[in-house]
Each structure stands twice: as C-alpha cells, then as structure tokens.
C-alpha cells in the first residue's frame, strides 16, 4: 500500500494541476454548496459521479459536517489515492467503484431514489453522448423527489452564438495558461508520470490501462444546452446554468 505521505503529495499535486486547467476549481466548488445550501437540509446524501481523489467529496463534507458522500470512480489508481489520502472521514465517505459507462452502474449503490443530490466535477465529458444521457437518466433514478443534479464542467454556449463560443473559450485558454504558469502545476501527464513511478501502484497501472485502454477523454464535450435538453429528457422539471465562467458552466436540474 502507498504511504499516507505519498497519498498526500500526490493528492496535493493532484489538485494543484486541476486547478491549473480549471482556475476557478475552488469557486465552483463554493458555487455548488451554496446551491446545495440553498435547497437541502443540513443533513443529506450525495453522489460524486467520477470523484477521482475525493477532491469534490471531502469538501463537500467540510462544508456540511452532517452530510454523507459516495464517492464514485472506475480507475483503481485515483479511488486507492484518495481513500488512502482521506479513509471513510469517520465513516461519512463511501468509496465504490463502478464504471459509469454500464448501464447498471447504479444498481451497487442500493439507494434508489434516496439521494438528494447527484454532483460531478470535471469527468462527465470522459463519457459519449449516448452514455451521458443514460448516466443523467440513471442519476434522476437514484435522487429522491425535490433532489438535484449538479455538473460542473466544460460546457460552452448555446451554438448559435459561434463567435462568442470563439471569444470565450480563448479567454479560458487565457486564464488557464495564467493559472498553470501562477501555480506551476502539473500537467495531465506529468502528474501520470510522477503517479506511475509509485511502484506501489505499479499492478493498479496495469488495471487502469486495461479499464480505459487508449480511450481519450477529449471532444465530448457538448454545449451547455445539450446537457439541458438531456437532463429534461432524462426527466428533471427544471435545469439551468447557474454559474458560469467562460466555457466552464455548472449545470444545475431539479427533480419534483
Ligand atoms: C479529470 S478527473 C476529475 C476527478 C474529480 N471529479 C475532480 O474534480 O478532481 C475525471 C474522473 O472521471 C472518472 N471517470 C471517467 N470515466 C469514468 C467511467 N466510465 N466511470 C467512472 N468514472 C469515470 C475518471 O476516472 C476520473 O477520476
């Protein structure tokens, strides 16, 4: 087993390269419990869909110190860092392993209906079109009436506002070029490669390469109002966006 000390640096590093892509990682962290906050009762259960390390799941628990989280990922590397860098938070985080892109991903869960808020960050655009719908379909199964799904992810505008979607997925690049040379982070492959010399991990490498292969996680990323239109599809009464900041949105569905 890797040793808290190094769970902790790469963790560490982990969010540190997130947030050299994303630089308003943190804000839309905030943005999403002040929504939580602002619908649900102190004590609920969330979902983190593609939680990676725990980053979204150990704030939000922070954050509400009566809420429960399970925690959601398919690649052994990422779930073993976080639960070795953050246990089960006095039995409050629940770690499962699931691959989003079966259709019963769900169904080891066992909370049907019972969550009151279904959240994700940066990971549902790993997923096809044809996949996403099931996994919003799936997500309003799963929530319990008056729950909500929140998506924070890369979603640019409607597409018929072409130039403006231009203007302001430079002006993300602009930010994000900022924020990496500010933070000195990692890249994508850099943390990999600093990752893959664990040899702790070394068997769990392999696992990872043989789950998502070659499988790139780039160009699905479809526009904020397709996400609304699957998400009603899916059957939520009301979606929007509710933050936004350049092309980077966090979509927001409410369950009756
Ligand atoms: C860029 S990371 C984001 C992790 C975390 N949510 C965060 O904000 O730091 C994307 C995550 O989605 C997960 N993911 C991608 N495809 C998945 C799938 N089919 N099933 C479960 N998790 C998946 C990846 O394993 C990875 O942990």
């Not at 602002?38 to 259960?45: H, V």
């Not at 309003?140 to 929140?150: D, N, T």
């Amino acid at each position: 087993m890797v040793s808290l000390r190094v769970a902790q640096e790469l963790v560490s590093r982990w969010d540190r390269m997130q947030a050299g892509y994303i630089a308003a990682r943190e804000r839309r962290f905030s943005a999403m419990f002040d929504v939580l906050e602002a619908c649900l009762p102190k004590k609920f259960t969330a979902l983190d869909l593609g939680c990676g390390p725990g980053s979204l799941s150990v704030r939000l628990l922070q954050r509400f110190p009566q809420a429960q989280c399970v925690a959601v990922d398919y690649d052994p590397v990422l779930l073993s860092l976080g639960q070795r860098r953050y246990g089960t938070r006095g039995k409050r985080l629940h770690w499962v392993e699931a691959d989003l892109r079966t259709s019963d991903w769900a169904r080891g869960l066992g909370r049907a209906g019972r969550f009151d808020a279904v959240l994700s960050t940066t990971a549902l655009h790993w997923l096809y079109p044809k996949v996403l719908r099931r996994v919003y379909q799936e997500a309003y199964r799963v929530l319990a009436p008056g729950g909500v799904l929140l998506n924070g992810d890369t979603a640019s505008l409607e597409k018929a506002v072409p130039h403006l979607n231009a203007i302001s997925g430079k002006a993300l690049d602009l930010e994000q070029k900022a924020a990496q040379r500010r933070l000195r982070s990692d890249s994508w492959d850099a943390w990999w490669k600093a990752a893959g010399r664990v040899s702790d991990f070394q068997p769990l490498f392999e696992e990872r390469r043989r789950r998502y292969g070659s499988e790139s996680h780039h160009g699905h990323e479809p526009p904020a109002d397709t996400h609304l239109r699957y998400l009603r599809a899916a059957g939520f009464s009301e979606t929007a966006v509710l933050w936004r900041e350049f092309n980077n949105a966090l979509l927001v569905a409410y369950k009756e």
